[in-house]
């Protein structure tokens, strides 16, 4: 992986053909390379055939149910998401400014209300399956659709509603057993699941690391604002795919002031302090509060974020020849033998189906060669209490 800004392809049509025409001749020296179309089935990881439920929490959709609820005020705040929806149909956090899963700019975008996917999977909704990895009366744990990692996790209460991590400060010490059991839950399905596979272990783990020495290599966190609006974490294992350790390279994933790393979140809570008008605070409010109590926020997401690079590079071990082709700077495609262009090949497209072959979420895969999903088993029937 070869780490630059821009790269001048070759500018004659016969220069193109040749081998290695994606090589810089803008005179920077530099260029950026990343691996793409895979060509070999690589291990990924089953869910637990006798988890979740075949049968839906309730029969309609979102408004169906609000409209029957006897809590209708109180479930409407649940079920909407603040957002700006990208072109390629992610819904992002209002505050982005690129979709964190295809990379396009949202700039121009407006703000939209979309329904809240993970309360539809909290209320069984028709249609709002999951890639269950851990279900209980208190925790759902599935496979995150974004798949940044070969293993990245989502871990939701469902006993109680909180859109996201502030609202841990209106009571500190309860918050910290919710973050604390959120990353234990996480952590207890990935042992289980992922690094139980000796195959997927040996592969995509370098050096067969103990869970000991895996564990501190863990990229775990919250995102404010979120994309959906409820209190969710980010459980991710390195090595990340390809594609996104070239986006976080480029500074699209675990942004300043967006992304709270773990770290940093139990430092805060752990102070117990609390913060009964939290609601009214937005992120800059709450790094200054506690920067003035000694938890500074640049100190440990910049630490953090350096560390996930080192995580990465020390566990990745993606071969080359798993794979065909190579995105230069995100934007051309060139085959890998011959270094030719491959004209009229989609970047977007390419990544999804990397995404199709690589991801471990809905597997096993169906007789359509789609993933396969499941309703959550503990259905709640009325709006969540809030926290």
């Known amino acids: 992986f070869f780490s630059s800004p821009h790269i001048a392809m070759a500018s004659s049509p016969t220069a193109k053909q040749n081998a290695l025409s994606f090589l810089p001749a803008n005179g920077s020296g530099v260029c950026t390379l990343q691996l793409a179309q895979v060509n070999t089935p690589l291990p990924t990881v089953d869910q637990v055939s006798t988890m979740g439920s075949a049968k839906l929490g ?53 703000i939209t209300y979309t329904n809240n996917v993970f309360m539809g999977f909290i209320y069984g909704l028709q249609g709002m399956t999951v890639s269950l990895r851990y279900e209980s009366e208190s925790y759902l744990c599935f496979d995150d659709l974004l798949q940044l990692s070969v293993a990245h996790l989502n871990c939701i209460p469902t006993s109680i509603y909180c859109p996201d991590w502030r609202l841990l400060l209106k009571n500190p010490k309860e918050g910290l057993k919710i973050v604390n059991e959120l990353f234990d839950t996480c952590w207890e399905a990935f042992v289980k699941q992922f690094y139980g596979n000796d195959a997927w272990r040996t592969r995509m783990l370098k050096g067969s690391p103990s869970p000991e020495a895996l564990k501190k ?41 967006r992304f709270f790393p773990i770290e940093y979140v139990r430092k805060v809570l752990e102070l117990n302090h609390a913060v009964p008008d939290v609601e009214s605070k937005g ?8 920067n003035g109590k000694g938890v500074e926020y640049d100190s440990i997401h910049s630490h953090c974020y350096a560390r996930y690079d080192v995580s990465h590079n ?18 051309a495609v060139y085959d890998i033998k011959t270094g030719s262009l491959i ?34 088993s503990h259905p709640r029937k009325e709006a969540l209490t809030a926290l």
């Not at 992120?283 to 506690?290: K, R």
Request: charged share 20%.
């Open 217 to 257: 290599h863990v990229i775990a966190g919250f995102n404010y604002p979120p994309s959906q609006y409820q209190l969710h974490l980010q459980f991710i294992v390195p090595p990340m795919v390809p594609f996104h350790y070239f986006q976080y390279k480029n500074g699209i994933h675990y942004t300043p002031k």
């Open 58 to 110: 309730f029969e309609g959709n979102y408004d169906q149910f609000l409209a029957q609820s006897k809590s209708q005020d109180r479930l409407k705040v649940q079920m909407k998401n603040k957002v700006k929806k990208c072109s390629c149909g992610k819904p992002c956090a209002f505050t982005l400014t690129e979709c964190n899963s295809c990379g396009a700019s949202l700039v121009d975008l407006e």
């Open 314 to 331: 020390e566990l990745a071990n993606w071969n080359k020849s798993d794979f065909s082709a190579v995105v230069v700077d995100g934007v």
């Open 343 to 376: 004209p009229d090949c989609d970047t977007k497209s390419l990544q999804a189906t990397d995404k199709h072959a690589l991801q471990s979420y809905g597997r096993p895969y169906d007789a359509n060669n789609k993933p396969s999903t499941k309703y959550y």
């Open 283 to 290: 992120a800059d409010d709450i790094i200054q509060l506690f």
